[in-house]
């Protein structure tokens, strides 16, 4: 039974449009989600989190919106540029113990 | 800053041995995080050491075991190996509990079980 879910495992966009990376959650109980990029033979890197008490959060090019009531999560990349193509994972969290990952994204940025 | 290193980058082992893998924590980081990443899939969570301490399990066998250093330094010690074991392993550090968020990962060590 999967807590996280990525329901598309990829996605492409072209150069300089928006990205929009998708996540829903079944666990009402996670207090913190993150999204973390991954690249070929590295590991995850930590890219934004947004808290359960707030409903966006902004660094740069990218955003973090949250949606508690229909346990959903997003996360917009703008403009997108080639540099962006990588997995993107979704995780939450309780308490900050016991990280759930979703599948991953692979996004795909076209120059 | 050094960031967090793993050892070995790859192994091969036979079923039924034991694997001990290796990882050096973020400079300041406290806390060591363990997880499996099969192909395809997003990392799972195997157990979290806090100074020292198991501070939070996932749903993995008892032969998954671990330990934690004074210098936060950790192992993840895997017995009876299977091959179902076979997958990329991969360690975080992050700051003092209480802080929830980030963790800084390690590059993995891609294990495979023959």
């Known amino acids: 039974d999967q807590q996280v879910k990525q329901n598309s495992p990829s996605l492409s966009v072209q150069e300089g449009r928006i990205s929009i990376l998708n996540c829903d959650y079944t666990n009402s109980m996670f207090d913190y989600f993150l999204w973390y990029k991954k690249y070929p033979a590295e590991g995850p890197t930590f890219l934004i989190s947004?808290?359960?008490?707030?409903d966006k959060n902004e660094d740069g090019r990218f955003t973090v919106f949250l949606n508690k009531s229909a346990k959903h999560l997003s996360l917009h990349i703008v403009p997108s540029q080639p540099g962006d193509s990588a997995v993107y994972f979704c995780a939450a969290t309780l308490y900050g113990q016991n990280f759930v990952f979703g599948p991953g994204t692979r996004l795909s940025v076209l120059p | 800053e050094t960031g967090v290193t793993q050892s070995p980058t790859h192994l091969i082992k036979t079923r039924g041995q034991q694997v001990t893998l290796r990882c050096s924590s973020q400079?300041?980081?406290?806390?060591v995080s363990w997880y499996q990443q099969a192909l395809g899939q997003g990392p799972q969570f195997i157990f979290q050491y806090y100074r020292e301490e198991e501070n939070g399990r996932g749903n993995f066998p008892p032969r998954f075991s671990g330990l934690q250093f004074p210098n936060y330094s950790s192992e993840l010690n895997v017995n009876a190996l299977e091959l179902d074991d076979s997958a990329l392993y991969l360690c975080?550090?992050?700051?003092?509990?209480?802080?929830?968020?980030?963790?800084?990962f390690g590059p993995g060590t891609r294990l495979t079980v023959t």
């Open positions: 947004i808290s359960s008490i707030k």
């Open positions: 975080a550090s992050s700051r003092p509990q209480g802080l929830a968020g980030e963790q800084y």
């Open positions: 400079s300041g980081h406290n806390t």
